[in-house]
């Protein structure tokens, strides 16, 4: 699979890299503090709240949600070019079952179709050897 994905790639930190590896796998997993009950994401050193990393690991996610607010790219800007082929498309904040939101894009449908509360689950775009991103569908 080499790449012909021309579109900028998320960047990689030791933040971040877990993610991107469970991603690979096709596994959508966030960090979690055990002893807060919580979500953390974006990925982070320590606990927001108990500012502790001691009881954080990462946890998979059912990967099913809705649709929490969207909004349709119609015109991109500057050095965005490589996405303008996709145009119209959706980016939408995902609240997943769990509790956490993402951001990420809808796929499979027209953004005519597409809804506030609308039924989501998680799709793996395997977009370059390193790559793997994370998208949602309509259930
Ligand atoms: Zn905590």
Redesign the pocket.
Known sequence: MESKYDRPLPEINSLTAPFWEYCKKHELRMQF?R??K?WIWYPKAI?P??G?ND?MVWERLSGKGSIYSYTVIRQVIDNSESFSKDIPFVIALIELDEGPRIYSNIVGVSYESISIGDRVEVVFEDVTNEITLPKFKKL
């Open positions: 503090c002893r807060c919580e606990c709240k108990c502790k009881q």
